[in-house]
Nanobody
Framework: EVQLVESGGGLVQPGGSLRLSCAASGFTFSRYGMSWIRQTPGKGREWVSG????????AYIDSVKGRFTISRDNAKNTLYLQMNSLKPEDTAVYYC???????????????WGQGTQVTVSA
């Protein structure tokens, strides 16, 4: 059974930083692309970032480029999202998801985690 467990969210002031982690189990983590997705009641679901199975190729939505960094440690079966220079509009529940191939997708997800809340407020 595929399981994804996010952690690292919390309350932070604008301009601050957080690092999210996603612990994966139940599948061969190193063979699959991974993504981070966020969701709010107002904006709905939004794909944020993706990374290929080997961690070489990454992609981001324009609003987080230069501020967020996606990475993975395949030896630890863990996905990360380093978030710097946080803005109030980054407030959301953040989820990790695995894909069905080595690559990532903005829409085609296999399993989601339970999510971790990120709140950016002065």
């Amino acid at each position: 059974e595929v399981q994804l467990v996010e952690s690292g969210g919390g309350l932070v002031q604008p301009g601050g930083s957080l690092r999210l982690s996603c612990a994966a189990s139940g599948f061969t983590f190193s063979r699959y692309g991974m993504s981070w997705i966020r969701q709010t009641p107002g904006k709905g679901r939004e794909w944020v970032s993706g990374i290929t199975s080997g961690g070489i190729t990454t992609a981001y939505i324009d609003s987080v480029k230069g501020r967020f960094t996606i990475s993975r440690d395949n030896a630890k079966n863990t996905l990360y999202l380093q978030m710097n220079s946080l803005k109030p509009e980054d407030t959301a529940v953040y989820y990790c998801a695995n894909h069905k191939s080595y690559f990532y997708s903005q829409t085609d997800f296999d399993t989601w985690g339970q999510g971790t809340q990120v709140t950016v407020s002065a």
